[in-house]
């Protein structure tokens, strides 16, 4: 009698050691549950097969498990490799964000050069256009009768242009002042040398003076047109510097004369004036 | 009869006790757990999923010391709970480079719209 007790006992303590029902293990349940739960996910079966796949097996061994200590190795296993295959659809995801992410990285630096590009045309075209302006505008001088010179351009209005003895310009300087005027403002890099000469008749000074004030006549003029006078030069030679002979009458009208010189882009009126040269 | 009842009983014991303890060291298990460890650290997962990594080495640990005293069913729980642990710091820590490329490329991008914003409308 003793002896079936005692084993009686000895079975019961066995069993009792190495099972357990399933229905105990909460936390196995649990992990079943997820697992059940991402079975269905449409991203995690399409995105993360593999590690459903292992997830699978562990939750296929843990319906099976009888032993305590096995449950809960399995319902570790299976919420980590439930956790893994989370994971690695979202690594796809990522990995497809970032594709795309690289895509319009390219399209914006394309986007941006483009605009560089037609900024850069526009820019391009817009100096090709003054840069024909000014041509235009240098060959409507020269149609003034004006002569490039080692100064620069020289535009000279003859004593015709004066009042007799006199500075004020007459209506006929007009033409030439309005084109030197609208020159000179497209050009803002270019100043301009006024330069005063008459005739030997007269004394030294009354012709200094004339000469000064005809070319500071010439000087207002294009002041009022909108040029600044700091580009502006005045000059007053009298007869220091005459371009014909003094003894007929036809070289001395073109003695008489205002000289204007349009210089180089960036070149100081000083370097140039005769007195210097 | 009692003698055979007994023998019998005791086989039983034997085969139970057999079944419930193995024999053999996990050796597989202690490879696969080292490998997916070694892997983890280079993934960076000892810096960008320190916990998982941290918990995965110390399952390592505990498993070196089961297998010192010979506990083997054991060391085989604790060799594949390091290595699903290893496993999954990997995952996350390339995942978390993943992110940190994604952010880098937006913010890239918003400079690249901003500087581009500045263009004048009709250049655009």
């Known amino acids: 009698m003793r002896f079936k007790i005692g084993l009686t006992l000895i079975v019961s303590v066995v069993f009792l050691g190495c099972s357990q029902k399933v229905d105990d293990f909460v936390v196995l349940k649990k992990a079943q549950k997820d697992y059940l739960l991402i079975k269905e996910d449409k991203e995690i079966n399409e995105y993360a097969s593999k590690e459903l796949f292992k997830a699978t097996k562990i939750f296929n061994s843990s319906k099976s498990v009888e032993d305590k200590k096995e449950a809960e190795h399995l319902a570790f296993m299976l919420k980590a490799q439930i956790e893994i295959a989370k994971q690695s659809a979202r690594d796809k995801e990522l990995k497809r964000e970032l594709e795309k992410l690289k895509t319009a990285k390219i399209k914006a630096l394309l986007d941006e050069k483009d605009s560089e590009l037609l900024l850069l045309k526009k820019e391009a075209q817009k100096a090709k256009l003054e840069a024909k302006m000014t041509l235009e505008k240098l060959e409507a001088l020269k149609e003034l009768n004006a002569k490039e010179t080692n100064r620069g351009l020289v535009l000279t ?12 310009l007459l209506d006929g300087s007009m033409r030439a002042i309005l084109k030197l005027s609208e020159f000179l403002i497209d050009n803002p890099e270019r100043s301009v040398l006024i330069e005063g000469h ?67 882009e960036g070149v100081d009126p000083l370097e140039m004036v005769l007195e210097n040269r | 009869m009692e003698n055979r009842i007994f023998l019998l009983s005791l086989g039983t014991l034997m085969f139970i006790f057999l079944g419930c303890a193995s024999k053999n060291p996990p050796l597989q298990d202690i490879s696969d757990a080292k490998m997916a460890i070694l892997d983890a ?52 820590s390339k995942n978390i480079k993943i992110q940190q490329e994604i952010d880098e490329l937006m913010s890239e991008i918003r400079v690249i719209k901003k500087d581009f914003a500045i263009l004048p409308k009709d250049e655009k």
């Open chain 1, 198 to 264: 008459t005739d030997d008749v007269g004394t030294l000074t009354s012709n200094l003076d004339l000469s000064l004030r005809r070319a500071a006549s010439v000087e207002k003029a294009l002041i009022e047109r909108g040029v600044s006078s700091s580009r502006l030069l005045v000059k007053g030679y009298g007869e220091m510097y005459p371009v014909a002979t003094n003894s007929d009458e036809s070289g001395r009208q073109r003695n008489r004369r205002v000289e204007i010189v349009i210089l180089e």
């Open chain 2, 41 to 92: 650290k280079d993934a960076g997962a000892k810096t960008l999923a320190s916990d998982m990594f941290k918990n995965a080495e110390q399952k390592y640990q505990n498993m070196q010391k089961l297998m010192q005293e010979e506990k083997y069913i054991d060391a085989k729980y604790a060799a594949q709970k390091a290595y699903i642990q290893a496993k999954l710091a990997n995952t996350i």
């Open chain 1, 157 to 168: 209005l003859g004593d015709v242009l004066f009042e007799t003895g006199r500075s004020n």
